[in-house]
């Protein structure tokens, strides 16, 4: 077992039974008080945010976790199967682990997976994605106002938002955080 003191910003605790992800550990020293570590930190599962207060010789438990990178292969059901880089092996990881930008994943993109015991436990997909558009209205002659918006839809099945001058076939670049367009490809 650690002592509080060990913990770090980004580490993993199991904490009542759940997994956490510490987001901010700052140590408090109150006047005439006894020191403490206030932590915020957010449920790997659920997302939800959990503050607490730690004393500095409270024990704690620190999950042993491993992230890799991983080559997203295909959609099963309501996993994704994915592969290790370095050995080949083949993982099945739930969808719900990547989040809304799960529906910008493209077979052949890299991601990072992170295991706690061969369970997997968060999921993340690269900050941008260059995807072809596979649907969108021809913008109408004469309408040229600037920041005027149309839908799109991609080769993934997602729907953006894009500039009119963007045709179908072209490649955009899209922040799979917020889900909008960036860009439009180089080459």
């Not at 790997?44 to 080559?71: C, H, M, P, W």
């Amino acid at each position: 077992m650690a002592k509080a003191s060990d913990i770090k910003n980004g580490n993993i605790l199991r904490f009542n039974g759940e997994l956490v992800q510490v987001e901010e550990f700052i140590h408090r020293t109150p006047g005439n008080l006894r020191a403490f570590y206030q932590a915020r930190m957010r449920n790997v599962r659920s997302g939800k945010l959990v503050e607490y207060r730690f004393r500095t010789d409270e024990e704690v438990d620190i999950a042993r976790v491993e992230t890799n990178d991983y080559q997203y292969l295909y959609e099963d059901g309501d996993s994704l199967v994915v592969m290790d880089n370095t050995t080949y092996d083949q993982h099945n990881v739930p969808k719900s682990l990547f989040g809304a930008p799960v529906k910008f994943l493209k077979e052949g993109m890299n991601v990072i997976v992170a295991f706690e015991s061969d369970e997997p436990i968060m999921g993340s997909i690269p900050g941008s994605a260059e995807l072809e558009v596979t649907y969108t209205e021809p913008a109408v002659k004469g309408d040229t106002s600037s920041g005027a918006l149309k839908n799109a839809t991609l080769e993934t099945g997602a729907e953006v938002r894009v500039p009119l001058f963007i045709n179908i076939g072209d490649r955009i670049k899209v922040d799979t955080a917020s889900g909008s367009y960036v860009e439009r490809a180089k080459g």
